[in-house]
């Protein structure tokens, strides 16, 4: 699968989280130890909103992220008050720039860990329920992009849950009638660049892992060395596929079947229930 994470909150060297904590995103792209596999070396990508109103900029690659010099530079260099980070273990799909996280369509951007099981059988009729408009901007060919363009068709800018629990009703429907029985796997992550929104469902109930920061004061215990004397703001959170440092309380693990959303001093959590077509 993959490892991923998302930050919001006053703005920061993306280096801070993707290479400063000792279970950084990049030491997970080597050695994760809540994923399904050990080593996310597919490829890697970040996304990062600015000032203005300009679409986040997306820098993405297939090398290992662990290696990547470019990598290492812009997140040296950038500041962003939201961003997110994926390192890749493809599913089955190529290792191609294009299937590379995050996903980007207009303000959006999309990140997921997980799969859609047997999606070789199920693609062309959920390629088909995709918006035709929307259709020619699908550039790669996996799973994780098509749920995006599905969540994009069935509302995404004006109800972002609604739109995930629509887009993961079809994927069942669909895996039911050719008899897959644990057709989603999935924890996702997605923004419009003011708000931030976090899912975590399995058909099985068996999600893969999801974490978020508790507080501000959570970050400064979690690497003090960076944090400590940084002016970060009351709502800063991080949102990890696993934990970046071995301190359990100033993590909270999503539930099951829960999805979150951050927008400046609010951090919520709802139950989240597919929403299956008529």
Same mark, same amino acid.
């Given at each position: ?15 801070? /989280?993707?290479? =400063? ?19 996310? =070396?597919?490829?890697? =990508? ?5 000032? =203005? ?68 059988? /199920? ?32 509302? /995404? ?43 975590? %469902? ?56 829960? %999805? ?12 989240? %229930? ?5």
């Amino acid at each position: 699968m993959c490892r991923w994470l998302a930050y919001s909150g006053a703005p920061i060297h993306l280096e801070k /989280l993707i290479y =400063g904590p000792e279970h950084s995103l990049i030491d997970q792209s080597l050695r994760a130890t809540l994923g399904a596999e050990t080593v996310n =070396g597919d490829g890697f =990508g970040v996304g990062y909103y600015g000032d =203005g109103e300009l679409a986040p900029a997306v820098f993405k690659d297939t090398k290992p992220a662990w290696g990547d010099r470019n990598l290492r530079e812009l997140a040296r260099h950038v500041r962003s008050p939201l961003f997110m980070a994926h390192v890749r273990a493809s599913s089955g799909t190529p290792v191609q720039q294009t299937n590379c996280h995050p996903f980007r369509y207009g303000r959006w951007l999309w990140v997921h860990n997980g799969a859609i099981a047997d999606f070789s059988r /199920l693609k062309r009729d959920l390629v088909m329920a995709v918006h035709p408009e929307l259709y020619p901007s699908i550039e790669g060919s996996t799973d994780s992009e098509v749920m995006f363009f599905l969540a994009l068709t069935f509302g /995404l800018s004006e109800d972002p849950p609604t739109a995930v629990e629509r887009m993961v009703g079809l994927v069942e429907k669909t895996g039911r009638a050719y008899g897959v029985e644990h057709p989603v796997q999935m924890t996702v992550a997605t923004s419009d660049g003011e708000r931030l929104w976090a899912f975590r %469902y399995s058909t099985e109930r068996r999600s893969r892992s999801l974490f978020h920061s508790t507080t501000t004061q959570c970050l400064r215990e979690l690497h003090p060395e960076m944090f400590e004397t940084m002016e970060l703001a009351e709502d800063a959170r991080v949102v990890v596929s696993e934990p970046l440092r071995d301190m359990p309380d100033i993590w909270i693990e999503v539930p099951e079947s829960t %999805y979150t959303v951050i927008e400046h001093e609010v951090f919520e959590m709802h139950p989240f %229930y597919p929403k299956f077509p008529k």
